[in-house]
Nanobody, 124 residues
Framework: QVRLVESGGGSVQDGGSVRLSCATSGYISTSNCIGWLRQVPGKEREGVAAISTGDGSPYYADSVKGRFTISLDSATKTVYLQMNDLTPEDTAMYYC?????????????????WGQGTQVTVSS
């Protein structure tokens, strides 16, 4: 079965940086969409970034463009989210998510599979 395991969350100061990792396994297709979504209690779930494992094409939410970078290490099947210039509004539980057998496309987010989440807290 598909497994997604996040790591790298923690506490950081306003303006700081954090890199999240998502170790993926259990899927057969080389064409998949792996993404990062975040959730704050009482607020709507928000897509952050996603990447197609087939060609490495990324897309981002407008709120993180220019600050966050998603990348893929194909050898280890690890997806990273480099987060720079963090603000308290970025505080959330971050989840690695996946759709298997499909490439990513703008305007949608992978929702079929979810990891356990990793907390990122940004203090001012």
């Amino acid at each position: 079965q598909v497994r997604l395991v996040e790591s790298g969350g923690g506490s950081v100061q306003d303006g700081g940086s954090v890199r999240l990792s998502c170790a993926t396994s259990g899927y057969i297709s080389t064409s998949n969409c792996i993404g990062w979504l975040r959730q704050v209690p009482g607020k709507e779930r928000e897509g952050v970034a996603a990447i197609s494992t087939g060609d490495g094409s990324p897309y981002y939410a407008d709120s993180v463009k220019g600050r966050f970078t998603i990348s893929l290490d194909s050898a280890t099947k690890t997806v990273y989210l480099q987060m720079n210039d963090l603000t308290p509004e970025d505080t959330a539980m971050y989840y690695c998510t996946a759709d298997i057998g499909y490439t990513c496309y703008s305007g949608s987010w992978p929702l079929a599979y979810w990891g356990q989440g990793t907390q990122v807290t940004v203090s001012s």
